[in-house]
């Protein structure tokens, strides 16, 4: 394994949050340009681990030139390719980003008289923790328990010629650097961050990966 591969299995890790599902209000997909995550969603909530399949994003920086629809759209329809029935899909398709899915979704939730106190959320591997914290500080109301998942796919088998290497760590290492940021701004809850982890990210930024810092 190069050294630029273990610094970023460091920072991956550190990503995930390792939670433990179990039955929730809802599985919340939050969108993006890897459907592999909208089939995790599909999967959960098929072993009924939600009441409902919430499923949030319009265009984003990435999609907007991929897909002729907004990404809420193209994963509604992977799921009900999966079997999730119409009455069970829930879609918010005008959000931009995360903090956008996290108030769109609670007020679309509303006028539908929902009020989740439970929620399993489905994202990209290296995004769990940063859609983990903007969720525990964005979500208005009262307090909600919140789980994280992504698809099961390891570090050495994410990358395809859809994601290549280059293009996904540099995302990951500005996911890094939002975290660390993000909570001054009130835009998410403080993560603990140990020094191996920063110090792997500050190695990744010598390196090079730098086109997705702030």
Request: charged residues 25%; glycine residues 6%; aromatic residues 10%.
């Amino acid at each position: 394994m190069s050294d630029i591969d273990k610094d970023a299995q460091i920072v991956w890790d550190y990503l995930h949050m390792e939670h433990s599902l179990q039955k929730s209000d809802a599985v919340f997909v939050l969108c993006s340009m890897d459907t592999r995550v909208a089939e995790r969603a599909a999967d959960l909530f098929n072993q009924g681990l939600g009441k409902y399949l919430i499923i949030s994003g319009g265009a984003g920086k990435l999609t907007k030139d991929i897909f002729d629809k907004p990404e809420a759209q193209v994963f509604a329809e992977i799921a009900r390719n999966q079997g999730v029935p119409e009455d069970k899909i829930i879609i918010e398709d005008k959000s931009t980003n995360t903090g956008e899915n996290v108030r769109f979704t609670y007020e679309l939730l509303k006028e539908k008289n929902l009020n989740p106190r439970s929620l399993i959320l489905v994202q990209k591997p290296y995004m769990e923790r940063r859609t983990f914290a903007t969720f525990k500080k964005q979500w208005p109301g009262k307090q909600i328990d919140i789980l994280v998942t992504s698809p099961q796919i390891p570090y050495s088998e994410y990358f395809t010629e859809k994601f290549p290497k280059d293009f996904v760590l540099n995302i990951m290492v500005g996911d890094m650097q939002r975290i660390k940021e993000y909570p001054k701004l009130g835009m998410q809850i403080e993560q603990e961050m140990p020094t191996d982890v920063w110090a792997a990210y500050e190695r990744l930024v010598a390196a090079g990966y730098t086109s997705h810092l702030i």
